[in-house]
């Protein structure tokens, strides 16, 4: 909705997230408007800092939501039932789920008391579950790692790249969730969403953005 108010007339910049892919398409048929990243988010995956397993591979991940691995012998841990949380349908981590990891592949039907309506739970259950360190859940690395919400966890690796502002500026880290500035391209050089689009893509912006706990498309110093 707010890609469609921006393309109606309606508000003038937009900060969001990236558009489905229908969206995306008017956006880019008629070539009027700028759509540049000025910020990234991963989507990253939490245990216990207690479980032994460091990483996983997209294959596994894929295997364990749909049901087909079911213990953490099967890679690499202890023999252990994996106890795979899930967030509620409508939000964000759980439409990154669906879109970057299972890309297609149908999500086991998460039993009472696996899906989870909040962040904060999800989070407090993964480190705490039965008092074991066997639970898995995802998140963004926004919360997770910059709001400190995840002492007690530790972000898993994935595919052999474990998320850093680094490898998730680079590409390299799989499961990203990039933050787009979009304006029309015909906005007046002196108008007041140029000089906001202009000065977040520069070195203040851009040093916000990474202040706030995302990744920034700049690298910062320090």
Known sequence: ASYEALMAGEDDLLLAGEPEQAVMEQ???GDRWLLTP????????????????????????????????????QVGGEDRDIIPFQRNAESG?????????????????APDG???????????????????????????????HDMEM??????????????????IRSG??????????VMDKDEAEDSPARILYDW?????GQS?????????ILEQEG
């Open 93 to 109: 981590s759980q439409v990154l789920m669906e879109k970057l990891v299972m890309q297609g592949e149908d999500m086991a039907p």
């Open 172 to 181: 390299e880290y799989p499961f990203l969730n990039p933050y787009y500035v």
């Open 150 to 167: 995840a002492q007690g966890l530790k972000l898993l690796s994935i595919d052999g790249t474990a998320p850093s502002p680094d490898t």
């Open 27 to 29: 956006l880019e048929a």
């Open 38 to 73: 000025f910020a990234t988010d991963a989507l990253v995956f939490v245990v216990n800092e207690d479980n032994p397993v460091d990483g996983l591979t997209t294959e596994q991940l894929q295997k364990i939501y749909t049901g087909e691995i079911t213990n953490w012998s």
């Open 114 to 144: 696996y899906m989870l309506g909040s962040m904060g739970d999800l989070i407090d259950a993964v480190k705490s579950y039965d008092n074991s360190d066997n639970a898995l859940g995802y998140t963004v690395y926004y919360y997770a």
């Open 200 to 204: 977040l893509l520069g070195e203040e």
């Open 208 to 216: 916000l953005v990474a202040r706030e706990g995302y990744v920034s």
